[in-house]
């Protein structure tokens, strides 16, 4: 009786070592597929309370509107149709008003 706890005993602390392990492996590759990459900018929106990083953040937008204005063309063509029949849309709006 005594031998078949024992083996009772070894049989539920190696399964439980096995789901537990098999656990911690599903929520490490969870974690790494869809939020590691997110975290960055989920810490970058909470760093903006702090002036040095405002500051830094407003120097990479400008950057960025730099470049963007060395480009030849801003806007693709489909985005182009796009804004121009929302700016007719608009206009036709602000004709009813007096």
């Known amino acids: ?7 009772d005993l070894k049989s539920f602390f190696v399964k439980l070592i ?7 492996l599903v929520i490490n590759i969870l ?4 939020l590691s990459d997110k975290i960055e900018t989920i810490q970058k ?7 040095e990083n405002r500051k830094d953040f407003g120097d990479e ?8 204005l060395k480009k030849e063309i801003l806007i693709k ?4 149709v796009l ?6 849309k608009i ?3 602000f004709k009813d008003i007096n």
Not at 18 to 24: D, E, N, W
Not at 61 to 68: A, G, T
């Open 18 to 24: 096995s789901i537990s392990f098999a656990v911690i």
């Open 83 to 88: 804004l121009f029949k929302l700016y007719k």
């Open 61 to 68: 937008i400008r950057n960025n509107l730099n470049s963007l």
């Open 1 to 7: 009786m005594e031998k078949k706890k024992s083996n």
């Open 31 to 34: 974690y790494n597929m869809f």
């Open 45 to 51: 929106i909470f760093s903006l309370t702090e002036l």
């Open 91 to 93: 206009k036709t709006e």
């Open 77 to 80: 063509k489909e985005d182009k």
